[in-house]
Antibody, heavy 125, light 109 residues
């Protein structure tokens, strides 16, 4: 059974740094693309970052570009999100999510099929 | 960047009702549109990918349609466990960038 478990959330001051981790089981993070998605209190879902299974292609939401870095440790089957220069608007539950794809007819569809329970980041002085 | 607009933002319905949610993309996304359900305090769950394909284990009362910029998500007969928030999501692949709609909260009337 495929599963991801996040950790590393906590309370951090504005301008501070925090690194989130996500341990995958039942699949390899070097075989599937992986995302971070966040949800601020009472708000909707916001995509944060993506790492392609090849480990070299990474994309970020404009709101976190140049402040957050997605990375992985294949030997530990773990995904990370390094967050710097944290702001109050970064306060959210952060979900680690597995990417997947399926061909239907002539179309190749991508979707997010395995979600963790999330880890909470609080940015407060 | 592609923006996704969902409507309504919330609705009230009764068990057994037919419920329809719409999602509009700011640019054509072909059929690269997914739908997720999020129950309170829980992580989201994939329901439909590629506009109309049911994810494994998802009941057939859920369906989706559309293409280009306009999409529809339907629950044919609302069940008690369907009261939740639903999100549409586009997923372009070059580069791989994801955008969610603002969500539709389905509440009990």
């Amino acid at each position: 059974q495929m599963e991801v478990v996040e950790s590393g959330g906590g309370v951090v001051k504005p301008g501070g740094s925090l690194t989130l981790s996500c341990v995958a089981s039942g699949f390899s993070v070097t075989t599937y693309g992986m995302h971070w998605v966040r949800q601020a209190p009472g708000k909707g879902l916001e995509w944060v970052a993506f790492m392609h299974y090849d480990g070299t292609t990474k994309t970020y939401a404009n709101s976190v570009k140049r402040r957050f870095t997605i990375s992985r440790d294949g030997s530990r089957n773990t995904l990370h999100l390094e967050m710097n220069s944290l702001r109050s608007e970064d306060m959210a539950v952060y979900y680690c999510v597995k990417d997947n794809k399926k061909t239907v007819g002539s179309n190749l569809f991508y979707y997010m099929d395995v979600w963790g329970k999330g880890t909470t980041v609080i940015v407060s002085s | 960047d592609i923006q996704m607009t969902q409507s309504p933002s919330s609705l009230s319905a009764s068990v057994g009702d037919r419920v329809t949610i719409t999602c509009r993309a700011s640019h054509s996304i072909n059929r690269y549109l997914n739908w997720y359900q999020q129950r309170p305090g829980r992580a989201p769950k994939l329901l439909i990918y590629g506009t109309s394909n049911l994810h494994s284990g998802v009941p057939s009362r859920f369906s989706g349609s559309g293409s280009g910029t306009d999409f529809t998500f339907t629950i044919s007969s609302l069940q008690p466990e369907d009261f939740a928030t639903y999100y549409c999501q586009q997923s372009s692949n070059n580069p791989r960038v994801v955008t969610f709609g603002g969500g539709t909260k389905v509440e009990i009337k």
